[in-house]
């Protein structure tokens, strides 16, 4: 009997200790609480010489020349060209999205990569199981035509240490030599101008150059984990050299990690490196108290510093109101912050003394520095750092601007729901 109840009691601690690991799992953060510079008073700014390596080390991101690259604002500028480029592909083509539904893109996709599998193109498209609800007779119907389809981190009892952990990763690869990545999906929302309801407002990038090949690499990584076949060969990586001149770029790929991740590392020193302007432009916009406070000290040292979020017409209230707790931090240090105001802001940039840049799936929230796929193009660049700029400015136009004194008046309801969805901000 007594060891009996040993056991039971045994039993008991492993099974609590088993809970709270998978708690502390599901609700981790990222540890990064400042960035200092030894043998400097300040980490490197974008234009000095010590940036580009450090970003790189710290990013694990190789940067290089010979890129071209368009950024494309809302979808009637990413669609059109998006499908001229899959319509022209030679060699194969492949596909990861997180967020895909039935509707007017969903039909113009499947028709063209049904025509391309049935031209004898090696066509891939690897959907996440939670975001994406594609009917199962459209994938049923792309597998019949040829095209290799499979979900990413399927929902199932034996995977539920991954439930947390998606694949919010943004890929289209083109012949190995044409890549986009940015904040759309598979949706008609993102269709449209970003000027009207319903009509999402968005960036992205086409881009040509050696980080076609990194954005391939995070698709072939995710590939294998899905279905247990890596990918190689020059079909998806050609060996064709790229151009010597061209924009500095690379793709990177930021997954989970137990401690600090690429993603946190690039964003913290992307922000301590501010000396002029930062511009940051993010639909979920719920940075932790260290990420908070390196933006903060960018404003208080005298750096223009400005957030774009999305506002009232956000698809997901909760984060809105988690981020909105947290307004006066920002405020009160000289931060500018402003809420779009037309529909929902999707876009997901920063901008670092015009020559820094970046664009891709990365939201500033604990989900995507800690639990999700993410790929973004980072940029060395003056030309396509004035052009987001710019963007950013004409995007202000069109947002409110959060004023400190009329937000300090905001009402008790208000106070309430932004107190209580900060409670769970970690996993929003």
Same mark, same amino acid.
């Given at each position: 009997m007594t060891f009996g109840i040993i056991g039971f009691i045994f039993a008991g601690l492993i099974c609590g200790?088993?809970?709270?690991?998978?708690?502390?799992?599901?609700?981790?953060?990222?540890? #990064?609480?400042?960035?200092?510079?030894?043998?400097?008073? =300040?980490p490197p700014g974008v234009d000095e010489p010590g940036f580009r390596e450090g970003i790189e080390l710290v990013s694990r991101t190789s940067l290089a020349p010979g890129h071209r690259i368009e950024v494309f604002v809302n979808g009637d500028e990413t669609y059109p060209r998006l499908w001229e480029d899959l319509r022209a592909a030679r060699r194969a083509i492949t596909m990861q999205m997180y967020y895909c539904e039935k509707g007017r893109m969903a039909d113009t996709l499947r028709e063209i990569l049904l025509e391309r599998a049935a031209a004898g193109i090696p066509v891939f498209?690897?959907?996440?199981?939670?975001?994406?609800?594609?009917?199962?007779?459209?994938?049923?119907?792309?597998?019949?035509?040829? #095209?290799?389809?499979?979900?990413?981190?399927?929902?199932?009892?034996?995977?539920?240490?991954?439930?947390?952990?998606?694949?919010?990763? =943004?890929?289209?690869?083109v012949d190995g030599t044409v890549g986009?990545?940015?904040?759309?999906?598979?949706?008609?929302?993102?269709?449209?101008?970003?000027?009207?309801?319903?009509?999402?407002?968005?960036?992205?990038?086409?881009?040509?150059?050696?980080?076609?090949?990194?954005?391939?690499?995070?698709?072939?990584?995710?590939?294998?984990?899905?279905?247990?076949?890596?990918?190689?060969?020059?079909?998806?990586?050609?060996?064709?050299?790229?151009?010597?001149?061209? #924009?500095?770029?690379? #793709?990177?790929?930021?997954?989970?990690?137990?401690?600090?991740?690429?993603?946190?590392?690039?964003?913290?020193?992307?922000?301590?490196?501010?000396?002029?302007?930062?511009?940051?432009?993010?639909?979920?916009?719920?940075?932790?108290?260290?990420?908070?406070?390196?933006?903060?000290?960018?404003?208080?040292r005298g750096v223009d510093t400005r957030v774009l979020t999305a506002g009232p017409e956000t698809d997901v209230k909760s984060t809105l109101y988690a981020g909105r707790a947290r307004y006066e931090e920002l405020l009160e240090a000289g931060v500018r912050v402003y809420e779009y105001d037309e529909t929902m802001m999707h876009a997901k940039t920063l901008v670092v003394d015009g020559r820094w840049a970046a664009v891709g799936s990365m939201n500033a929230d604990n989900r995507s520095l800690s639990f999700n796929e993410e790929t973004v193009l980072m940029m060395l660049d003056e030309s396509t750092g004035a052009k987001l700029e710019r963007q950013f400015l004409r995007d202000i136009e069109h947002a409110t601007e959060i004023r400190l004194e009329t937000f300090r008046k905001r009402g008790a309801w208000e106070r309430t729901k932004e107190h209580a969805t900060h409670l769970v901000w970690r996993v929003l």
């Amino acid at each position: 009997m007594t060891f009996g109840i040993i056991g039971f009691i045994f039993a008991g601690l492993i099974c609590g200790v088993i809970f709270l690991a998978g708690l502390l799992s599901a609700v981790k953060g990222t540890p #990064v609480r400042d960035v200092r510079a030894l043998g400097g008073d =300040r980490p490197p700014g974008v234009d000095e010489p010590g940036f580009r390596e450090g970003i790189e080390l710290v990013s694990r991101t190789s940067l290089a020349p010979g890129h071209r690259i368009e950024v494309f604002v809302n979808g009637d500028e990413t669609y059109p060209r998006l499908w001229e480029d899959l319509r022209a592909a030679r060699r194969a083509i492949t596909m990861q999205m997180y967020y895909c539904e039935k509707g007017r893109m969903a039909d113009t996709l499947r028709e063209i990569l049904l025509e391309r599998a049935a031209a004898g193109i090696p066509v891939f498209l690897l959907y996440d199981a939670f975001g994406s609800s594609f009917p199962k007779e459209y994938i049923e119907s792309l597998k019949k035509g040829g #095209v290799n389809a499979t979900p990413f981190r399927p929902l199932s009892i034996l995977g539920a240490h991954k439930l947390q952990h998606r694949a919010h990763i =943004r890929v289209v690869c083109v012949d190995g030599t044409v890549g986009y990545t940015g904040g759309f999906g598979i949706s008609d929302k993102w269709f449209g101008n970003g000027l009207v309801k319903d009509q999402w407002r968005d960036t992205n990038v086409r881009f040509t150059g050696p980080a076609v090949g990194q954005l391939q690499a995070a698709f072939v990584a995710c590939w294998a984990e899905a279905t247990g076949h890596m990918l190689v060969g020059e079909t998806l990586f050609p060996l064709d050299g790229a151009p010597k001149d061209g #924009v500095v770029a690379g #793709v990177l790929h930021g997954s989970p990690s137990v401690g600090s991740t690429e993603a946190e590392r690039f964003l913290t020193l992307s922000i301590a490196s501010a000396r002029r302007r930062l511009y940051i432009t993010n639909s979920y916009f719920v940075p932790d108290k260290d990420i908070r406070r390196l933006i903060a000290d960018a404003a208080r040292r005298g750096v223009d510093t400005r957030v774009l979020t999305a506002g009232p017409e956000t698809d997901v209230k909760s984060t809105l109101y988690a981020g909105r707790a947290r307004y006066e931090e920002l405020l009160e240090a000289g931060v500018r912050v402003y809420e779009y105001d037309e529909t929902m802001m999707h876009a997901k940039t920063l901008v670092v003394d015009g020559r820094w840049a970046a664009v891709g799936s990365m939201n500033a929230d604990n989900r995507s520095l800690s639990f999700n796929e993410e790929t973004v193009l980072m940029m060395l660049d003056e030309s396509t750092g004035a052009k987001l700029e710019r963007q950013f400015l004409r995007d202000i136009e069109h947002a409110t601007e959060i004023r400190l004194e009329t937000f300090r008046k905001r009402g008790a309801w208000e106070r309430t729901k932004e107190h209580a969805t900060h409670l769970v901000w970690r996993v929003l």
